[in-house]
């Protein structure tokens, strides 16, 4: 099995890294993998991963829940649940950073489109890593432009079947014409993503002038993160190959010219890695409730102070002018 072993930093290229510690893969197959951080700038990665190539068997099961439509089980269910939640959150998030509807409360627009009136702009969005389809489907009701990228074809599939959505495969990405999206949108992808410096130039490029990309990460200086330290289930080796904090996200954001415009909480993903954390960490299923809880309101109170105490946290940055 192809492995890619990382000797320079990706955001700052020195070669000055260290190990922090090895992390398990609670998920699936229970190989450790270590985790480094460079001692220059800061920046946490996952060494000594599976290529691109070969990293498929560590997605391949029904119980991978970002492509799963399983109701199966407590975490499934929650899952839904905090996913049907944020659906028409993330749709207003996006219309308030493009558009007209920029100005807009978000009651207000849930008011607009509560009988799924459509917008009349042709604005166009692009969602990397777009899974089942969900969140491009609510943004077409709303009136976007939609398209996705999709790596797993049985999600792609699933999205074209059941929402008649525009989804390609990931190397069409690659093929996308310059200066094309109004709004890139990627919710916990970037930290799968390989090719992590030429997928954030590629976007920069093919988003229009004064274009919005809202990139949705873990935290790994959570309060959460903190707390389970090597059960932290959003350390998730070895699929996730890049570990960030707001700092190193304005850090490699702004080595591909974008200005981060403003950062927000994802207060329910506290209370989903606490759950799957307490479950990694072999918690009876009461216990391992009321800590999820605990810990997850604690780490959302936090972060209305400190954003960086938040388990994940949203970016929005525009595209800089040249």
């Not at 020195?14 to 609670?26: C, G, I, L």
Request: one cysteine or more; charged letters at 25%; hydrophobic letters at 35%.
């Amino acid at each position: 099995m192809p492995i890619i072993n990382i000797t320079n930093c990706p955001i700052c290229s020195s070669s000055n890294t260290s190990k922090a510690f090895d992390a398990v893969d609670h998920f699936s197959t229970k190989e450790t993998f270590p985790i480094c951080d460079c001692t220059s700038c800061g920046f946490r990665f996952t060494n000594n991963f599976p290529s691109e190539d070969s990293i498929g068997r560590y997605y391949d099961s029904p119980d991978y829940i970002s492509h799963s439509d399983s109701k199966s089980g407590l975490i499934n269910r929650l899952y839904h649940f905090f996913r049907k939640q944020m659906l028409k959150k993330k749709v207003n998030l996006v219309s308030k950073q493009v558009g007209p509807e920029q100005q807009l409360s978000q009651k207000a627009l849930e008011s607009k489109y509560s009988k799924k009136t459509k917008s009349k702009d042709n604005i166009r969005l692009l969602d990397i890593g777009s899974g089942t389809g969900y969140f491009l489907n609510a943004a077409k009701e709303r009136g976007y432009t939609v398209t996705g990228i999709e790596k797993d074809s049985n999600a792609r599939d699933y999205a074209i079947t059941n929402f008649a959505l525009d989804i390609k495969d990931e190397q069409s990405l690659w093929s996308i014409e310059n200066d094309s999206f109004d709004v890139i949108t990627l919710w916990h992808v970037l930290e799968h993503m390989e090719n992590l410096n030429e997928v954030v130039a590629k976007i920069n490029s093919i988003l229009k002038p004064d274009g919005v990309v809202i990139l949705a990460l873990p935290n790994h200086n959570s309060h959460d993160a903190k707390k389970y330290k090597g059960y932290w289930a959003a350390h998730d080796v070895p699929r996730h190959l890049w570990h960030f904090t707001p700092d190193t996200v304005e850090k490699l954001l702004g080595k591909h010219l974008f200005n981060i415009i403003k950062q927000k909480t994802m207060p329910l993903d506290a209370f989903y890695i606490s759950m799957l954390s307490e479950k990694y960490r072999g918690s009876g299923s009461l216990t391992q409730y009321i800590k999820a809880i605990v810990v997850g309101t604690v780490g959302y109170l936090l972060s209305l102070s400190d954003i960086n105490n938040s388990s994940s946290v949203i970016y929005i940055a525009k595209k800089a002018r040249k």
